[in-house]
């Protein structure tokens, strides 16, 4: 299977979007399933289920730029600003697909209240808003790394 389909398949079996973007994207050969999912649990939902940060699919891509370009020692000044060069593409590639980064605006509303997230899993947002932003994100990752 693909890192895209691969994405879409973890989202699809209730992993948030943020583990699912990460966990196909990661470096296999530095970090194994297990501890890419541990690592990226915090970030979904809108960072830590608050429903108004940083779309979880967002996050899961930019930490999978950062694995493969990011700065590994103090004399790697150039791989820190190549990270952050590509961190603002995705950004910018993944803001001008969906409207934002934003989770709140890219879902329709604030799911940061155990109301909300009963509303938004009754109008079945996650298999659509969410799915399409996780799919978003595979997307322009296969362009980028």
């Given at each position: 299977?693909?890192?895209?389909?691969?994405?879409?398949?973890?989202?699809?079996?209730?992993?948030?979007?943020?583990?699912?973007?990460?966990?196909?994207?990661?470096?296999?050969?530095?970090?194994d399933?297990?501890?890419?999912?541990?690592?990226?649990?915090?970030?979904?939902?809108?960072?830590s289920?608050?429903?108004s940060?940083?779309?979880?699919?967002?996050?899961g891509?930019?930490?999978?730029?950062?694995?493969?370009?990011?700065?590994?020692?103090?004399?790697?000044?150039?791989?820190?600003?190549?990270?952050?060069?590509?961190?603002?593409?995705?950004?910018?590639?993944?803001?001008?697909?969906?409207?934002?980064?934003?989770?709140?605006?890219?879902?329709?509303?604030?799911?940061?209240?155990?109301?909300?997230?009963?509303?938004?899993?009754?109008?079945?947002?996650f298999?659509?808003?969410?799915?399409?932003?996780?799919?978003?994100?595979?997307?322009?990752?296969?362009?980028?790394?």
């Amino acid at each position: 299977m693909n890192r895209k389909d691969h994405t879409t398949e973890l989202f699809k079996q209730q992993l948030n979007c943020a583990q699912s973007v990460f966990t196909a994207y990661r470096q296999t050969e530095t970090m194994d399933e297990e501890s890419a999912l541990k690592l990226a649990t915090v970030f979904g939902a809108g960072v830590s289920a608050t429903g108004s940060s940083l779309c979880g699919a967002v996050t899961g891509a930019l930490m999978a730029i950062s694995m493969k370009h990011g700065r590994k020692d103090i004399e790697s000044v150039n791989a820190k600003i190549k990270t952050y060069e590509l961190g603002r593409r995705f950004m910018a590639e993944f803001s001008k697909r969906l409207g934002s980064c934003d989770c709140e605006k890219i879902i329709g509303m604030n799911i940061g209240t155990p109301e909300n997230m009963r509303k938004a899993q009754e109008m079945n947002l996650f298999a659509t808003k969410c799915l399409n932003a996780v799919k978003t994100a595979g997307d322009i990752l296969e362009t980028m790394l």
